[in-house]
C-alpha cells in the first residue's frame, strides 16, 4: 500500500509543472501561495466550479486566451530538444513550425529568428530548462520586439 501512495505522489508531483491551475477562480484565490497544498485547493476548486474552462473561452478569471501562445507552448511540450537546436542554428523545421504556430507573418520570421537565436542562452539557460519556462522566455522577448509584440498581445 505504501508503494502505491508513494508512486501515486510521484506521478502527481511530476505533473504538477505541466498542470498549474493557472487561471478560475481558484488560482484566484490561491494567487501568491506556493506548495503542494495551494496547488490542489486551487485546482480543486476550479474543477468544482468548472470556471477554468469557462474562463479560458471568455478570457475572464484571469485566464489568457491567446491561442498561438497555447499552440507553442503545446509544440514545445513535445519537440523542445529540437527546437532549441533550430534556435541555437537560427533556422530549421522545427523553428519555422514555432513562427507558423504563433502565427509570425513571413515577413517577420527572419526577425523571429534572429531574436530567438540571439537570446538562446536567456530562453536556455540550463540543460534543465522546461518547455514552460522556454516559452515564458520567448513571449517575454517577442513581447519587447516592436516587429513582433503584435504575436504576443492577448
Not at 38 to 59: E, I, R
Not at 99 to 111: Q, S
Request: one cysteine or more; a negative charge; hydrophobic letters at 40%.
Amino acid at each position: 500500500m505504501k508503494k502505491l501512495i508513494a508512486g501515486a505522489i510521484l506521478l502527481g508531483a511530476s505533473s504538477m509543472a505541466f498542470a498549474q491551475p493557472g487561471c478560475g477562480v481558484g488560482a484566484m484565490i490561491w494567487k501568491g501561495q506556493s506548495g503542494i497544498a495551494p496547488h490542489v485547493l486551487a485546482a480543486t476548486t476550479n474543477g468544482t466550479f468548472g470556471n477554468q474552462t469557462f474562463g479560458m473561452t471568455t478570457g475572464t478569471l484571469g485566464c489568457s486566451t491567446n491561442e498561438s501562445i497555447q499552440s507553442m507552448a503545446m509544440y514545445m511540450d513535445s519537440n523542445i530538444d529540437k527546437v532549441a537546436r533550430d534556435m541555437s542554428r537560427g533556422s530549421g523545421e522545427n523553428l519555422d513550425t514555432l513562427a507558423v504556430l504563433m502565427g509570425v507573418e513571413e515577413a517577420d520570421r527572419d526577425t523571429f529568428r534572429k531574436t530567438l537565436q540571439d537570446n538562446f542562452a536567456s530562453i536556455f539557460p540550463s540543460s534543465e530548462t522546461t518547455s514552460g519556462e522556454a516559452v515564458d522566455a520567448i513571449v517575454a522577448l517577442m513581447e519587447q520586439n516592436d516587429a513582433l509584440s503584435k504575436y504576443v498581445a492577448a
